[in-house]
């Protein structure tokens, strides 16, 4: 039979009915080992194999030599007992005409002498009950009277007359009445309480369980029998009732007062709730039925009972104003961080119920979305505290705690959300002065009466209204007049101080984020409102250009900039100086010393910088005790979402969740599924705490040409190279000019200056040894940081240079940066070609050398120039600036001049001011050399060594 089964060396001769009688039989093979195997021929699966053996006309009874053993007709079972004379009474099954009885179900006989196996009739039996009937022993004489009321009641649809006649009361023709009885079942191994309906039927004055579903119940009741005839269509009629309720029916096992779910055909029938609802659906559905559908049952003629077990009640709330009330804790509201603690109240049966932590629940039970989007159901179901009683429940509209609902989950995810958050007291929950605008919300959405906290409500409402900010009158000691959003943004500054909030100023490169600050520094300052000094944390190349708009701007503010090998003569010098500048790499070395001190601000500059929350820096900059914090960066979010959650961290931590939290309510619906419900919410939520205004919105107010001037240090190899061809070329001008004189030294000193310009613009340009072996250059760093922000800004940009080899290493650069880049030099064949990828908006970057496109170009379409290494003729450089900035251009043009701190570079621009034909006559070879009237004052300025 295996091999039939499975395909084994299957004969030719073996049919399709074979394998199917085969695997019949295998499916009842009583054995797992192949040598002992034996076959069971009995209930459904027996009856369908005996007859497809019969119908292959190939069975024989033990041999083959038998004859082939057909289908017989119909034989008669007759079932009766045999009183023995000692009175023990034995079961007698006979078939007539004589014959087996197989336990088949339907039931067959076996006629060995006539070769025939047939149906029985009389033999409606299920496979259980012929097991039952064939193994039932011979009765004790003393046990029959018993024995006869179990047979009743256990086989009543079997035609078995019993041993001995017991006394029957037959019930028909009566309608059911449906009996319901709800029950709590206590897991008593976790004390989980499942909710219960057990049914049954009253047929007269007898009570009947609905399992089994025979026609005919037999119970015994006062040594009779009790005999119902069921009506059991009209059972099923009241059956479906309470599955119209959206219950589920269970079998149920009650014994000892235990309820047990079984699958028992003499198991209780009850229901339940269905498995798949989440517990609060769970309870909202319970809710309903005793609320409404009890008393209609009841109307019905149903009864029903309540075990003491099932302990359900249900409270709901009439009147909002009168029964909830909501409070804040303004004594918590003392120190720094301004935390405070709100609680909603709830009136029931005279006991005031701590609404929030129920409110958890919601969140804990329901999908976050679903709690967030108003798709709860109408009514929720929340369970009270268990000193309001056992399974007491009250009923809130969900309309009422969307509110609260999306701020606990604002706050805290599912997992984190429970009794801890709260204040085990009292039920409150801590939030703090950033979530001022939440408590607006509440108001508005909660009719309740609302006790304390009337300033953090009025400024709640005043945030969520934001609409404007006084305007402040500029620092009297600025010496710079605002722009109009400049001002703007000093007033912002000062209102979030004044609020004791944070912020970023994310306002688009060039527009002046460093001034503002500054004049909103020294506005601090005139009002003397800071005796500790703010910590500015930058980029290195951002250090000079801090100092040197101070120095301009606000020079009544003190500057400490903390960089170079040197900086810690200056650790003990910090509290004497209103603005401390270092960089962030230099802050995880200094940690031990910045954390020692406090600060009335911390700033960070390109405050994308701690976009990975995880990086030291970003750690760091937490830990730094100030009164108030501030980001300055031009992309608050340069890849995703979680960059601007880091900064608001930073700045004011929870105002935006966790991170998890974030990402669940914020980051999937907006990235992911392109949420524009609730992108505008997070826009809502943030958009007190961030100044962000682009070039183009504020272009009426910008002048027609914005000069920019960048600069950058040397790293310590870079200052090295410089320093010795500095030594080198100043010792070979001052020999060229003692052999020949000054005004015959031109050449020699337009080499020396080369080198030292080439030295600022990238080591790489010169063939000397010692220049090979330098591969940093700050100022390619510093021009690859500022590309990628103008890019996301959406401006044009045309970088010159007078190198071409220089325009080769920023190619490389932006190929490995993959910006789109077009290229003009005396080498480009296809001028035309490069020119219109660029007019055409293919390419974002421009790269022209001085003298390929330094005249005669038009790109209007470019809004940025930026100035690679200064070419001090103004003439020749305006001329290349004017490519972009011409007639024809409708935007503001920004032009940069990007220079190396205390190199010739800077010398030059100082001294350009002052002495215009130096700069003619250094360049301008037609020049005569009483035209270029340089004198030895000038040359030691532009050979003067580095400082610091």
């Known amino acids: 039979l295996y091999r039939i089964v499975n395909q084994y060396a299957r004969a030719s001769y073996v049919t399709d009915s074979d394998v199917e009688i085969a695997q019949l039989l295998e499916a009842q093979n009583n054995s797992m080992w192949a040598g002992t195997k034996t076959y069971s021929i009995k209930g459904e699966l027996g009856y369908l194999c005996l007859m497809k053996i019969l119908d292959t006309s190939h069975c024989m009874y033990k041999s083959s030599d038998q004859p082939i053993i057909q289908k017989g007709t119909s034989r008669e079972l007759d079932l009766n007992w045999h009183k023995e004379k000692n009175g023990d009474c034995r079961l007698n099954i006979n078939v007539k005409p004589a014959a087996l009885v197989l336990n088949t179900v339907p039931a067959l006989y076996f006629d060995i002498d006539q070769h025939e196996i047939g149906p029985l009739a009389n033999a409606d039996f299920n496979t259980q009950q012929w097991d039952m009937l064939l193994s039932v022993p011979t009765v004790h004489a003393d046990n029959c009277a018993a024995f006869s009321q179990q047979l009743i009641t256990q086989l009543p649809n079997i035609s078995i007359p019993p041993p001995v006649e017991i006394e029957t009361l037959t019930i028909e023709n009566e309608s059911p009445k449906p009996c319901l009885e709800l029950i709590?079942?206590?897991?008593?191994?976790?004390?989980?309480?499942?909710?219960?309906?057990?049914?049954?039927?009253?047929?007269?004055?007898?009570?009947?369980?609905?399992?089994?579903?025979?026609?005919?119940?037999?119970?015994?009741?006062?040594?009779?029998?009790?005999?119902?005839?069921?009506?059991?269509?009209?059972?099923?009629?009241?059956?479906?009732?309470?599955?119209?309720?959206?219950?589920?029916?269970?079998?149920?096992?009650?014994?000892?007062?235990?309820?047990?779910?079984?699958?028992?055909?003499?198991?209780?029938?009850?229901?339940?709730?269905?498995?798949?609802?989440?517990?609060?659906?769970?309870?909202?559905?319970?809710?309903?039925?005793?609320?409404?559908?009890?008393?209609?049952?009841?109307?019905?003629?149903?009864?029903?009972?309540?075990?003491?077990?099932?302990?359900?009640?249900?409270?709901?709330?009439?009147?909002?104003?009168?029964?909830?009330?909501?409070?804040?804790?303004?004594?918590?509201?003392?120190?720094?961080?301004?935390?405070?603690?709100?609680?909603?109240?709830?009136?029931?049966?005279?006991?005031?119920?701590?609404?929030?932590?129920?409110?958890?629940?919601?969140?804990?039970?329901?999908?976050?979305?679903?709690?967030?989007?108003?798709?709860?159901?109408?009514?929720?179901?929340?369970?009270?505290?268990?000193?309001?009683?056992?399974?007491?429940?009250?009923?809130?509209?969900?309309?009422?705690?969307?509110?609260?609902?999306?701020?606990?989950?604002?706050?805290?995810?599912?997992?984190?959300?429970?009794?801890?958050?709260?204040?085990?007291?009292?039920?409150?929950?801590?939030?703090?002065?950033?979530?001022?605008?939440?408590?607006?919300?509440?108001?508005?959405?909660?009719?309740?009466?609302?006790?304390?906290?009337?300033?953090?409500?009025?400024?709640?409402?005043?945030?969520?209204?934001?609409?404007?900010?006084?305007?402040?009158?500029?620092?009297?000691?600025?010496?710079?007049?605002?722009?109009?959003?400049?001002?703007?943004?000093?007033?912002?500054?000062?209102?979030?101080?004044?609020?004791?909030?944070?912020?970023?100023?994310?306002?688009?490169?060039?527009?002046?984020?460093?001034?503002?600050?500054?004049?909103?520094?020294?506005?601090?300052?005139?009002?003397?409102?800071?005796?500790?000094?703010?910590?500015?944390?930058?980029?290195?190349?951002?250090?000079?250009?801090?100092?040197?708009?101070?120095?301009?701007?606000t020079p009544k503010l003190s500057v400490l900039i903390l960089q170079g090998a040197d900086r810690k003569k200056h650790f003990d010098e910090i509290n004497n100086y209103d603005l401390v500048l270092t960089t962030f790499p230099l802050i995880v070395r200094d940690q031990k010393v910045l954390l020692e001190h406090d600060y009335y601000y911390l700033i960070l500059d390109e405050a994308q910088v701690i976009k990975n929350p995880n990086a030291k820096a970003a750690k760091l900059v937490r830990e730094i005790k100030a009164d108030h914090r501030l980001c300055i960066t031009g992309t608050p979010m340069e890849n995703h979402l979680g960059e601007l959650w880091a900064l608001f961290d930073f700045l004011m931590p929870g105002f935006l969740g966790n991170s998890k939290t974030f990402t669940q309510q914020f980051r999937n619906p907006i990235e992911k599924h392109a949420n524009d419900e609730v992108r505008k919410r997070l826009a809502h939520r943030i958009n007190p705490f961030m100044l962000r205004r682009s070039k183009s919105e504020v272009a009426k107010e910008l002048p027609d040409k914005t000069e920019i001037l960048r600069s950058v240090s040397f790293d310590k190899k870079q200052a090295a190279l410089y320093e010795s061809i500095r030594l080198s070329m100043q010792k070979k001008v001052r020999d060229a000019i003692k052999d020949k004189g000054l005004s015959r030294s031109h050449i020699t000193i337009l080499d020396a200056l080369l080198k030292l310009r080439q030295t600022c613009c990238d080591p790489q340009l010169m063939s000397l040894p010692q220049a090979k072996k330098v591969k940093s250059s700050a100022k390619l760093e510093m021009l690859m940081e500022m590309l990628p922000e103008m890019i996301d800004e959406g401006r044009k940009i045309l970088i010159f240079s007078q190198f071409t080899k220089m325009l080769g290493i920023i190619e490389k650069q932006l190929i490995e940066y993959k910006i789109n880049y077009s290229k003009l030099t005396g080498q480009t064949t296809k001028r035309e070609q490069a020119i219109d990828k660029f007019r055409s908006g293919n390419a974002d970057v421009f790269l022209i050398s001085l003298k390929a496109g330094g005249v005669g170009l038009n790109l209007t379409e470019a809004d940025t120039v930026i100035h690679y290494d200064p070419w001090w003729n103004p003439a020749v450089e305006n001329q290349a600036t004017d490519r972009a900035h011409r007639i024809g251009q409708n935007k503001a043009v920004f032009v940069y001049k990007l220079i190396i701190e205390n190199t010739l570079e800077e010398k030059i621009m100082a001294m350009q001011a002052r002495k215009k034909s130096l700069a003619d006559g250094v360049y301008d070879k037609k020049k005569s050399s009483k035209d270029m009237k340089l004198t030895a004052d000038d040359l030691q300025e532009l050979f003067a060594p580095l400082v610091g």
Not at 321 to 346: G, P, Q, T, V, Y
């Open 184 to 553: 709590t079942n206590i897991d008593q191994v976790n004390g989980e309480r499942t909710h219960l309906m057990r049914l049954r039927f009253a047929y007269a004055d007898f009570e009947i369980n609905v399992l089994p579903i025979f026609p005919i119940v037999n119970t015994l009741e006062n040594s009779r029998i009790v005999s119902v005839h069921r009506d059991i269509d009209l059972e099923e009629d009241y059956m479906e009732r309470i599955f119209e309720e959206s219950f589920q029916g269970v079998t149920l096992n009650i014994k000892d007062n235990l309820i047990q779910q079984n699958d028992s055909e003499q198991a209780d029938f009850g229901f339940a709730s269905p498995n798949d609802l989440a517990p609060m659906q769970s309870l909202e559905l319970w809710r309903n039925f005793i609320e409404n559908t009890i008393p209609e049952l009841k109307k019905e003629g149903w009864n029903i009972a309540f075990n003491p077990s099932f302990k359900l009640q249900f409270h709901q709330v009439s009147n909002w104003e009168e029964e909830l009330e909501a409070s804040i804790d303004d004594n918590s509201i003392k120190d720094r961080n301004d935390w405070f603690e709100l609680r909603f109240d709830l009136d029931v049966k005279g006991k005031k119920i701590p609404l929030l932590p129920l409110v958890a629940n919601v969140l804990k039970h329901y999908d976050p979305s679903d709690a967030l989007s108003g798709d709860l159901p109408k009514n929720l179901t929340l369970p009270l505290p268990t000193y309001m009683g056992e399974g007491q429940y009250i009923q809130i509209p969900a309309e009422r705690i969307q509110g609260i609902c999306k701020i606990l989950y604002e706050l805290y995810d599912q997992q984190t959300l429970d009794a801890q958050n709260f204040n085990a007291e009292n039920g409150s929950i801590k939030l703090s002065r950033f979530d001022a605008p939440r408590l607006a919300e509440l108001e508005e959405q909660n009719e309740a009466t609302w006790r304390g906290g009337k300033a953090m409500r009025d400024l709640g409402r005043k945030l969520k209204n934001f609409k404007g900010i006084k305007n402040i009158a500029p620092p009297r000691g600025l010496k710079t007049t605002l722009r109009d959003y400049q001002q703007q943004g000093l007033n912002w500054l000062q209102f979030l101080r004044s609020y004791q909030f944070n912020g970023i100023l994310a306002d688009d490169m060039g527009l002046g984020k460093t001034v503002q600050t500054l004049a909103h520094l020294l506005k601090e300052k005139e009002a003397k409102r800071f005796n500790k000094p703010c910590l500015i944390v930058a980029p290195t190349s951002l250090m000079s250009n801090w100092r040197r708009e101070a120095e301009q701007f």
